[in-house]
C-alpha cells in the first residue's frame, strides 16, 4: 500500500477515534460559552480574522468571563480590566500558573524563568530579578548603557544622511545589546554577521508565532505536530539560537573567574557549582539555556518591535512628534543627552509613550495562566490547571478607562492640568505574578532611546502621512508592525 494511503487513512483513524472520545468533561463548574463539538471545540465559533476576533465576539455574548474550548482543551477567558485584575492580582497567588503556546512547547518544555511552574518558576525568578538587578537594571550603570548604546545609533542613522531606511534591525540592534550585555557580558556591532542572523531569527520566529495558522495550531497541535507546518520552523529557529547559547554558556564555563562573575551567565554557572550535590536543584544546564534564551528574545523582541510602532505612529501623527520635540527643546535641550531624571519633568513625552504601549498592544491575548489550585472566581469553580488567558488587548482598549480606546491619543494619560496620570488598565506587561520580568529595564529603554532619536533627528516618510497604515503585518499571539521606511533627518 502506498504510504500517503497509509498517512490518510491512519488520519481518518486518529479522527474518528477522538471524535468517539467526545470532548473532556470538565470537573467544576466552569463559565459559560458556546458548546463545544468532539475534537473540534469551538472551532465554527473561530473567525477567519484570528483568534483575538473570536474572542471579542464570544464576549458580547457571554460576558466578561466565558470558556472557550480551544480544540479538546478548556480555556478560561478574562475580558476587561476588572476581571483581569480580579484574577491576577487579588487572587495572585492562584493565578500565577503558566500555561502553554503550543508552538514554542517543544523548546521551551516547561524550563526556563517564563514557562516554569510552581517551585521552580520561583527559584528561576527569585535569581533573575535578582542578577539583572546586580548587572544593572534598576542601577544607575543600565541608565548609562542604554544612553551609550542611543549614541551608538545616533551615529549609525547620521551615516544615512536622510535617505529612506526600514528601521526593523537597527531597533533590534539596540534593544538585544542592552540584554546582551546582562546576559552574555557583552554588546555587538551592528554588522556582526552571527548578532544579526540571531536578530533575523528573533524576528521570523515572532512573525511565525503570531501568524494565522499558529493560531490553528494552538487548537490542534496535539495532531498536527505530526505534520510539516510553521511550528516545525519556529522549533528550526529557536533550536539555531539555543546552539549559539550553548555554545557562549561553553566559553564562559572555560574562562569563569569565581570572584569576578562578568554577567548572567557567570552568575548561574557559579549557582550551579554551589548546589552541585542537590539532587532537586533546579539550578541545572537546561534551565540555564531555556532561561537565557527566554530573556534574550524577550528582552529583544517586545522593546523593539514597540520602537518599530511607536516611529510609525510618529510619521503618522507628525504633530505629535513634533510637540514631543519641542519638550525635548525646553527640559534637555541639544548639547546633553537625556537621562532617566528628565521623565518626571516631560509628561507629554511619558504620555506619548505610554499611548504608543497603549495603542501597539504587542501581546493581545496575554501570555497564557493557569491556575495552580482548584479555585473559586465570580462564582465558577475553576479545576486546578484550568488554563486561563487574560485578555490584554481588552483592557488596554477598555472604553471605561479610555475615551477613544481603538484612537491613537497621548490626552488618555494626560490630566486637566497636563501632568501624567496613571490609568489602571495599562498593563502592556501584564499584571500580578507574572509581570514581565524586564518591565523596568524596558521602560528605561523606550524613553531613553525615544527622546535621543528626536532629539537628534526631525522625521519623515516616503509616504504621505494620511495614507499609513497602521494595521499590523500579523496578529495573534503578538502584534507585528508592517514593515515601512523612514527617514531620519539631522536637526
Same mark, same amino acid.
Given at each position: 500500500?502506498?504510504?500517503?494511503?497509509? $498517512? /490518510? !487513512?491512519?488520519?481518518?483513524?486518529?479522527? $474518528? /477515534? !477522538?471524535l468517539v472520545r467526545g470532548h473532556p468533561k470538565a470537573r467544576g463548574h466552569l463559565p459559560p460559552g458556546p458548546r463545544p463539538l468532539p475534537f473540534l471545540g469551538n472551532l465554527l465559533q473561530m473567525d477567519r480574522r484570528g483568534l483575538l476576533n473570536s474572542f471579542m465576539r464570544l464576549r458580547d455574548k457571554y460576558g466578561d468571563v466565558f470558556t472557550v474550548h480551544l480544540g479538546p482543551r478548556p480555556v478560561v477567558m478574562l475580558y476587561g480590566t476588572e476581571a483581569i485584575r480580579e484574577a491576577l492580582v487579588d487572587q495572585a497567588e492562584a493565578f500565577s500558573g503558566r500555561g502553554t503556546i503550543a508552538v514554542v512547547k517543544p523548546t521551551f518544555k516547561d524550563y526556563g524563568v517564563i514557562f516554569a511552574n510552581g517551585e521552580r518558576w520561583k527559584a528561576l525568578r527569585r535569581f533573575s530579578l535578582a542578577t539583572m538587578r546586580d548587572f544593572g537594571m534598576g542601577k544607575r550603570s543600565v541608565e548609562e548603557r542604554i544612553q551609550e548604546e542611543a549614541q551608538c545609533l545616533v551615529e549609525e542613522l547620521q551615516k544615512s544622511q536622510g535617505a529612506p531606511l526600514d528601521p526593523k534591525f537597527l531597533f533590534q540592534c539596540i534593544t538585544a545589546n542592552i540584554i546582551c550585555s546582562i546576559v552574555f557580558?557583552?554588546?555587538?556591532?551592528?554588522?556582526?554577521?552571527?548578532?544579526?542572523?540571531l536578530l533575523e531569527l528573533f524576528y521570523r520566529s515572532f512573525s511565525l508565532i503570531s501568524s494565522f495558522s499558529s493560531q490553528v495550531f494552538e487548537l490542534f497541535s496535539g495532531f498536527l505536530k505530526y505534520f510539516p507546518g510553521t511550528h516545525k520552523q519556529i522549533y528550526r529557529n529557536l533550536k539555531e539560537i539555543l546552539d549559539y547559547i550553548d555554545h557562549s554558556v561553553d566559553k564562559h564555563r572555560a574562562t569563569l573567574d569565581a570572584s569576578n562573575p562578568r554577567d548572567f551567565i557567570d552568575t548561574y554557572l557559579l549557582r550551579m557549582e554551589k548546589e552541585k550535590s542537590n539532587s532537586h536543584t533546579e539550578f541545572h544546564h537546561q534551565n540555564l539555556i531555556i532561561s537565557?534564551?527566554?530573556?534574550?528574545?524577550?528582552?529583544?523582541?517586545?522593546?523593539?518591535?514597540?520602537?518599530r510602532y511607536g516611529f510609525l505612529l510618529m510619521l503618522k501623527y507628525p504633530h505629535v512628534a513634533e510637540k514631543v520635540q519641542k519638550e525635548i527643546d525646553q527640559v534637555i535641550g541639544?548639547?546633553?543627552?537625556?537621562?532617566?531624571?528628565?521623565?518626571?519633568?516631560?509628561?507629554y513625552t511619558d504620555a506619548v509613550i505610554h499611548e504608543i504601549q497603549r495603542f501597539s498592544d504587542l501581546i493581545p491575548i496575554g501570555v497564557p495562566h493557569k491556575v495552580t489550585k482548584d479555585t473559586l472566581f465570580r462564582g465558577y469553580l475553576l479545576p486546578k490547571d484550568t488554563e486561563v488567558y487574560p485578555i490584554l488587548s481588552s483592557a488596554l482598549h477598555d472604553p471605561q478607562y479610555f475615551e477613544q480606546p481603538d484612537t491613537f491619543n497621548p490626552d488618555h494619560f494626560l490630566d486637566a492640568n497636563g501632568a501624567l496620570k496613571k490609568n489602571e488598565a495599562f498593563m502592556p506587561f501584564s499584571i500580578g505574578k507574572r509581570i514581565c520580568l524586564g518591565e523596568g529595564i524596558a521602560r528605561n529603554e523606550l524613553f531613553l532611546f525615544f527622546t535621543t532619536l528626536l532629539q537628534n533627528f526631525s522625521l519623515s516618510s516616503p509616504v504621505d502621512p494620511k495614507d499609513i497604515d497602521l494595521n499590523p503585518k500579523e496578529s495573534g499571539f503578538g502584534r507585528v508592525p508592517p514593515e515601512y521606511q523612514i527617514c531620519f533627518l539631522s536637526r
Open positions: 500500500m502506498e504510504p500517503s494511503v497509509l $498517512l /490518510l !487513512l491512519a488520519f481518518f483513524a486518529g479522527f $474518528l /477515534l !477522538l557580558g557583552e554588546r555587538f556591532d551592528y554588522k556582526d554577521r552571527q548578532f544579526l542572523r537565557v534564551l527566554s530573556l534574550f528574545f524577550a528582552g529583544t523582541e517586545t522593546s523593539s518591535t514597540t520602537l541639544s548639547h546633553r543627552l537625556p537621562t532617566l531624571d528628565d521623565r518626571t519633568k516631560m509628561p
